[in-house]
């Protein structure tokens, strides 16, 4: 089968930033020998025929009449390719759909096929590329008299010959739309409202057509006028469903803006409707599923929205809904797989939420809040697992993506993902936990002790009474002798007593952080540089412990310890405060930690400790079991918390869950990364 010949077309003014990159898809695409590209200009002053003129196209010229059909159909009059490319400048196909352009018209049948159906993604190139709609669009069309170009201002190609014009869509067909970018979008506004008023003018009656209805309310949404928006998508809504489908996803969602602007806020209820009704004319229409999971988020229905995000991915899979009308839905994917991480993880299962969150953050690599729940929910994991996601996720990092990733990652428990991304400095505490040296990093906190001992000498000898608490944390013998301030340079007793705690509890953790035997190996050596409560606090992680010590203390260790130290460390944290004396005020607190770090292990012998057995305590205690992936125990104890008075939507929410008549299973199939 011969080549057909390609006829690449645009009309231009003043686009001089797009059209290098406008021809060179033009010459890849028009590569043929009786190929041609055919640029008309309709009044630029700036370099744009210059351009054109420098990469060998020689532009033609049409006098500007407020009308694009009657320019492009001057073009159209000119071209003698059997098929028309009728690209605009800021218009370009895909790396991925350029190489197989040509074939898709060479395997056409020339007899029947008269139209092709593509994908366009409208990206914002003021903004990473970042899109911002999907739609399709038909810029390929056979070159024939009766197809022709119609309406001045939002124009489309037309057949207008016997019978109906065959439409072949190629999914995998896809172009680059900037002009919607956001720098633009103003500008076009304001042109474009000229050009509709002069047409409505024309108008046989004062009604607007639902089309003009819908391009008005565009155009007034593009010019950042809310209420003139929705004025208008309020008059496009009540049109037909065959005629509003084009733009149904916009007219609804400017009605919706206006009223989450209200000062009141908008009505829950009345929202619900407008999407009900838009869900019914539009099935499944990801956009408005989209909005339903906003509103239902803050009311915590996770379960119905687990089912809407599965549907709004489902949808995006399904070219007769995604083909149905502009959607801003592929653009807002990475929200929905953010939701989904969050989900996962809210019900314990941490590798979906991995997945997803991995998901999220390839969508949108510089999103800090992405980042921060990525290291939130891989906190334990190693290095061999983490830096392949993220080498995928940012193949080449920049200053500002390593200054991103310390940030972030500084929040994760000491280890090689820590020492990788945030680069302490050598021999510091920090490197020696990342490095597993416990003993040195303890070595180190003793000599930063010792020079403590002299500064709380100091502050016993010349304020005795305000400087007595120091007893509870400085051996006798270190306590006396001193005359003088060890450097000059006094602190205030709150400001030493905050640096004692502070590195006793670097202690506890590097303690922690050891083996049962390298910890018997260095305890001689350790405790005597430490008194009570921090000895028995630290004794009690090992089960050594000979009394307990006050829930201020407890409370004071447990805060420091919590946030950087490994699971082993974590592990023995949850052993000492089972054995220490707190209150349930504080257990709650702890439990909730444990839970974000889902031990489901610590979590239920944290919750065997609180004394009163309400339904908050089935309540937690049946999210250990969630998260210890048995759902039927799970169950039995949220059950019981709803029958001692319990009535939350979360809590509903856990037994649909652990409902085996209700769980829902979902495949997804292959993603792109799974950790």
Not at 58 to 65: G, L, S
Not at 73 to 78: A, E, G, L, R, T
Not at 424 to 430: A, I, V
Request: contains cysteine; glycine residues 4%; neutral net charge.
């Amino acid at each position: 089968m011969s080549m057909p010949t390609i006829s690449y077309c645009c009309i231009f003014k003043n686009e001089e930033k797009h059209l290098p990159k406008w021809i060179e898809c033009a010459k890849a695409v028009a590569c043929g020998e009786n190929d041609e590209i055919i640029a008309c200009d309709t009044g630029s002053d700036d370099k744009s025929c210059e351009i054109l003129k420098n990469a060998g196209i020689e532009p033609i010229y049409f006098e500007w009449v407020n009308d694009f059909s009657k320019a492009k159909n001057f073009v159209i009059d000119k071209a003698k390719g059997d098929w028309i490319f009728f690209m605009d400048c800021d218009e370009y196909f895909s790396d991925e759909s350029l190489p197989i352009v040509r074939e898709v018209v060479k395997k056409l049948d020339p007899t029947n096929a008269m139209f092709i159906q593509s994908n366009m993604i409208n990206i914002d190139e003021d903004n990473d590329n970042t899109i911002i709609s999907t739609c399709f669009h038909w810029r390929i069309f056979r070159n024939r008299p009766d197809i022709r170009y119609e309406k001045a201002i939002h124009e489309f190609v037309n057949y207008h010959g016997k019978g109906k014009g065959t439409i072949t869509p190629v999914n995998d067909l896809t172009i680059m739309h900037t002009g919607y970018s956001i720098k633009m979008a103003k500008a076009k506004g304001e042109r474009n409202l000229k050009l509709l008023e002069e047409e409505i003018a024309k108008n046989e009656t004062d009604e607007l057509t639902t089309p003009q209805a819908f391009y008005m309310a565009n155009t007034y949404g593009q010019m950042d006028d809310l209420n003139k928006a929705a004025e208008y998508a309020q008059i496009a809504i009540k049109g037909p469903d065959r005629e509003l489908e084009p733009m149904i996803v916009k007219m609804y969602r400017f009605v919706l803006a206006r009223e989450e602007k209200k000062p009141s806020g908008p009505d829950y209820d009345w929202v619900m409707e407008l999407l009900d009704e838009a869900l019914l004319r539009a099935p499944d229409q990801p956009d408005f599923l989209l909005d339903k999971i906003r509103y239902y988020y803050p009311r915590k229905y996770y379960y119905e929205i687990e089912n809407l995000c599965h549907k709004y991915i489902k949808s995006l899979g399904n070219p007769t809904i995604m083909n149905r009308c502009e959607s801003q839905a592929l653009g807002n994917v990475f929200y929905i797989y953010e939701v989904l991480a969050d989900m996962m993880f809210h019900r314990g299962q941490v590798i979906e939420a991995r997945r997803y969150i991995t998901l999220a953050l390839k969508e949108r690599p510089k999103s800090v809040p992405f980042l921060q729940k990525f290291v939130s929910y891989f906190r334990y994991e190693e290095l061999s697992i983490i830096q392949p996601i993220m080498n995928e996720i940012c193949k080449t990092p920049d200053k500002e993506d390593k200054e991103r990733f310390k940030s972030c990652f500084a929040q994760m428990n000491y280890g090689d993902v820590y020492l990788r991304y945030v680069k302490p400095k050598n021999n510091t505490f920090e490197y020696f936990m990342c490095k597993g040296l416990y003993s040195k990093a303890v070595k180190l906190c003793e000599k930063e002790l010792i020079e403590l001992f002299k500064y709380a000498a100091f502050a016993y000898a010349k304020f005795p009474n305000e400087a007595r608490v120091f007893k509870a944390a400085v051996p006798t013998n270190y306590l006396t002798g001193a005359k003088k301030c060890p450097t000059g340079d006094e602190m205030s007793i709150k400001d030493l007593a905050d640096k004692f705690l502070d590195v006793l509890s670097r202690i506890i953790m590097a303690c922690y952080s050891m083996t049962d035997d390298e910890f018997e190996k260095n305890k001689n050596g350790i405790m005597k540089y430490l008194t009570s409560p921090a000895k028995d606090f630290l004794l009690a992680g090992f089960g050594q412990a000979t009394q307990g010590v006050q829930l201020e203390d407890t409370k004071s260790f447990y805060k420091r310890v919590i946030t950087k130290g490994n699971r082993n460390c974590i592990a023995r944290l949850a052993k000492t405060i089972q054995v220490m004396p707190v209150n349930d005020e504080f257990l709650y607190e702890a439990i909730m930690t444990y839970a974000e770090y889902k031990d489901p292990q610590s979590m239920y012998n944290l919750t065997q400790k609180l004394e009163n057995k309400n339904y908050d305590y089935h309540i937690l205690t049946g999210v250990a079991f969630l998260y210890a992936n048995d759902p039927k125990n799970a169950r039995k104890h949220f059950v019981k918390a709803r029958e001692l008075g319990a009535d939350t939507q979360e809590l509903r929410d856990f037994i649909k869950m652990t409902d085996p008549a209700e769980k829902i299973v979902i495949n997804l199939g292959k993603q792109d990364l799974v950790a």
